[in-house]
């Protein structure tokens, strides 16, 4: 089974912090997803990476900013948290490689509170 | 332009009447779609996906690519269906991308 774990279910931070949220995939998956989900706007791609050191803006990069040091590990930073950020915040991972191509694996998810 | 559309936010049905989750898309493509489902307090997952033509949990959905759509569908909806839907269609050439609908809470009532 692939499991894809997040750093934190809850964080409550405050206007101007610089936020780390972290995900970490067990599966080797090349590709990794960071997500905004918000009641009636779905989700919405932050960031992606398709490979170590690779990114690629989603929809919504403004304000965010990623890192993918290891093929494992798949970080979004909040350089100066705000809050129009408030949201709960998915992490996935995917593989084009073999197996169930294209599905993507979710993580439990992190709810943020920007006071 | 690429975009998936689910014109329900919400969809209450009562046990054991049919159900249909709407969803749309653009793309000029030849589309790979997923529904994806959330439970109360679980992570997302998926559910099923065109291309296995397969039923999960008594769910189908089939492409219609004439009138560009993916509806969800089940006969008799049960409890336990209640959840949050999501659509999803795949942007090819862009590592795996999932373009995501506003996501359907589908309601199933006693």
């Known amino acids: 089974d692939v499991k894809v774990t997040q750093s934190s279910r809850y964080l409550v931070k405050r206007t101007g912090e610089k936020v780390f949220l972290e995900c970490v995939q067990d599966m080797d998956h090349e590709n990794m997803f960071w997500y905004r989900q918000d009641p009636g706007l779905g989700l919405r791609l932050i960031y992606f990476s398709y490979d170590v050191k690779m990114k690629e803006k989603g929809d919504i990069p403004e304000g965010y900013s990623v890192s993918r040091e290891k093929k494992e590990r798949f970080s979004l930073i909040l350089e100066s948290a705000s809050t129009n950020q408030t949201s709960m915040y998915l992490c996935?991972?995917?593989?084009?490689?073999?197996?169930?191509?294209?599905?993507?694996?979710f993580g439990p998810g992190t709810r943020l509170t920007v006071l | 332009a690429q975009r998936v559309t689910q014109p329900e936010k919400l969809l209450s049905v009562f046990k054991g009447a049919p159900v249909e989750l709407k969803c749309n898309y653009s793309y000029s493509g030849s589309p790979e779609l997923f529904w994806y489902v959330q439970y109360s307090r679980q992570r997302l997952q998926l559910l099923l996906r065109?291309?296995s033509r397969e039923s999960i949990k008594g769910f189908t959905a089939d492409l219609n690519k004439g009138e560009t759509s993916f509806h969800l569908k089940k006969p008799f909806a049960q409890e336990e269906d209640s959840a949050m839907y999501y659509c999803a269609l795949l942007i090819y050439n862009q590592g795996g991308k999932l373009i995501f609908g506003q996501g359907t809470e589908l309601s199933v009532k006693p």
């Open positions: 065109h291309i």
């Open positions: 996935a991972s995917s593989t084009t490689r073999a197996g169930p191509v294209n599905t993507q694996y």
